[in-house]
């Protein structure tokens, strides 16, 4: 399948390198990762700190950091290792804890505000902020088998601190992230193939809850897709999210908000599509769309799509389906901030693309269409360039 570009591809991203943190304890790992991106780290937390003043409504740096340190006992009493490991490495990168949660739970943070924290007098600032978001799809691969991956989309400052991270630590499984300097980890998939994928929600019923990073990374402990839906099942969730749970055999579309855990689908056997808005109809009362957001035409583009793919999906034709610009701004590959002049403005900022009974990652930093993808597995010191996917 071909089709014309329809927006001129920004300047590539610098190729994602893999970078491998050893350690017996969170501490180790967090002072791993922190040690090895102080100044990144510590400019990412200043620019989503930043963010969250002007997109919600805070009124100032005390209070947003006041609901970030609420989230701490929380991700303490969830999971002590990932809770040492963020500390570690605000510790390590010489940012405040408090701090780096905002870089972490950026997008929850904004939902919560008008839910905890007294309303500030006057529109709501996040309201038409945010056209884009990530596109998510599992394909049938084979007989019993399945390809999962997504775009990932978020302001366009945060693509230069788009990392792979490979997480290894004894007793529990090797995981591959896709990540940014400072997060817990955006998606993954372990050596077991339990691949992660997310997108993002935005709801009404938003609390002080686990650091969304760190669900992720609780799940790529596990070394099956249903016992990762069991730790999403307990999870005390901060606001909304999809999660598409995969081992390549057997596959959870769940979606959740801050209250709310309802699964939306299962198994591999159809294609499983989603983008930012709840496809389940019992949630939809607690959503709330950016009236910006090209989250439903974005779905319909990606369906339209998959109905031209021909045969069972590999993970180059799933990076390839994800490498559009095709019907820009609902291209499944965006760069709004080039069509806006605002650098803040909502971007693909990288894309994974997992096979999990092969164990096999494809991943590309920032523009999928004119970046350089690369291939790694869960256990492989390094990630190889590859020659662009094409459908």
Known sequence: MSEPTAIAPPPPSPTLEKIVLIGRTGDDIGAAHGSRWPREI????????????????????????????AHLPVLEAYDASLYAELCATAAAARVRVADLVTLNHYTDLRDISRSIWAPLVGPDPAADVDPGGCSVALLPSGPGQAVSGQTWDMH???????????????????????????CLGLAGMNEEGVAVLINNLNCTDA?????????????????????????????????????????????????????????????????ILHTNHC??????????????????ARLSHLERRVALLDGPATAESMAALLSDHQGFP???????????????????????????????????????????????????DDARPIARPTL
């Open 207 to 271: 609390r002080v809850g686990v650091v969304w990073g760190a669900v992720v990374r609780r799940m790529l402990r596990e070394r099956t897709a249903s016992a990762a839906l069991d730790v999403l099942r307990e999870t005390r969730f901060g606001s909304g999210h999809h999660y598409m749970v995969s081992d390549g055999r057997e596959a959870f579309a769940v979606e959740t908000t801050g209250q709310r855990v309802v699964e939306l689908a299962r198994g591999i056997a159809q294609p």
């Open 156 to 182: 366009g400052t945060a693509t230069p601190f788009v990392r792979m991270v490979e997480v290894r630590q004894p007793g529990h499984p090797t995981a591959t992230l896709l990540t940014l300097t400072g």
């Open 42 to 69: 510590a400019a990412l937390a200043a620019l989503r700190t930043r963010l969250a003043l002007e997109r919600g409504d805070f009124g100032s740096k005390a209070t947003v950091r006041a609901l970030a340190s």
């Open 330 to 380: 609902n291209s499944l590959c965006t760069h709004t901030s080039l069509a806006t002049g605002n650098p803040d403005a909502s971007d693909t900022c990288a894309a994974v693309v997992f096979d999990s009974v092969g164990r096999r990652l494809l991943a590309v930093a920032g523009c999928a269409v004119s970046g350089t993808w690369v291939e790694t597995r869960p256990g492989d």
């Open 279 to 296: 496809l389940i109809a019992d949630l939809r009362p607690v959503e709330k769309v950016p009236p910006t957001s090209t989250t439903y």
